[in-house]
T-cell receptor, first 114, second 116 residues
Framework: DQQVKQNSPSLSVQEGRISILNCDYTNSMFDYFLWYKKYPAEGPTFLISISSIKDKNEDGRFTVFLNKSAKHLSLHIVPSQPGDSAVYFCAVTRGDGNDYKLSFGAGTTVTVRA | DAGVIQSPRHEVTEMGQEVTLRCKPISGHDYLFWYRQTMMRGLELLIYFNNNVPIDDSGMPEDRFSAKMPNASFSTLKIQPSEPRDSAVYFC??????????????FGDGTRLSIL
């Protein structure tokens, strides 16, 4: 029962261009959405998040968009840099004070070409 | 600031042996989470604690798995007896306030477990 889906296992983009990562979820009760970045042999590190009351959150080169009606979120990285090459996971949670579990997507491996 | 510390980083052992993974959360974080990452199932939550008390262990695969948090600065995940299908990377994470987007979970670098 996959509650979070990242349908693109990999993405290759040229340095300086935009990277767009997508994530779909099934449960409309989720109201916090996060993106984590993971390098090999390291743990995931928090990148950016958005709550359900917003449709966009921006932090430097990273922007997350939320479309609640479509149960879809995306992460835009612009411009992409070689150091952005990593696996990106989207994660969702209810965060309602009773359930602090994060459900993760399978991840998208981003490769930024010089 | 020290992050979440896990030990060992790598563990290789034979089937049937007991395995103990250790985690030291970030000081002041009330929530501690254990995750497992495999190719087949991705990153999945096994169990989490609040103030040293287990809150949800529904992700623990079977009775061979157990987790404890004897104090605020230490937790263990134990597998007894271990089986080859337990081979995975196990992550520990902590956060001040669950999974609130303003207080995200911080992950350790994981323990890569191989059961032969």
């Amino acid at each position: 029962d996959q509650q979070v889906k990242q349908n693109s296992p990999s993405l290759s983009v040229q340095e300086g261009r935009i990277s767009i990562l997508n994530c779909d979820y099934t449960n409309s009760m989720f109201d916090y959405f996060l993106w984590y970045k993971k390098y090999p042999a390291e743990g995931p590190t928090f990148l950016i998040s958005i709550s359900s009351i917003k449709d966009k959150n921006e932090d430097g080169r990273f922007t997350v968009f939320l479309n609640k009606s479509a149960k879809h979120l995306s992460l835009h990285i612009v411009p992409s840099q070689p150091g952005d090459s990593a696996v990106y996971f989207c994660a969702v949670t209810r965060g309602d004070g009773n359930d602090y579990k994060l459900s993760f997507g399978a991840g998208t491996t981003v490769t930024v070409r010089a | 600031d020290a992050g979440v510390i896990q030990s060992p980083r790598h563990e290789v052992t034979e089937m049937g042996q007991e395995v103990t993974l250790r985690c030291k959360p970030i000081s002041g974080h009330d929530y501690l989470f254990w995750y497992r990452q495999t190719m087949m199932r991705g990153l999945e939550l096994l169990i989490y604690f609040n103030n040293n008390v287990p809150i949800d262990d529904s992700g623990m695969p079977e009775d061979r798995f157990s987790a404890k948090m004897p104090n605020a600065s230490f937790s263990t995940l134990k597998i007894q007896p271990s089986e080859p299908r337990d081979s995975a990377v196990y992550f520990c994470a902590s956060s001040p306030r669950g999974a609130d987007s303003n207080q995200p979970q911080h992950f350790g670098d994981g323990t890569r477990l191989s059961i032969l």
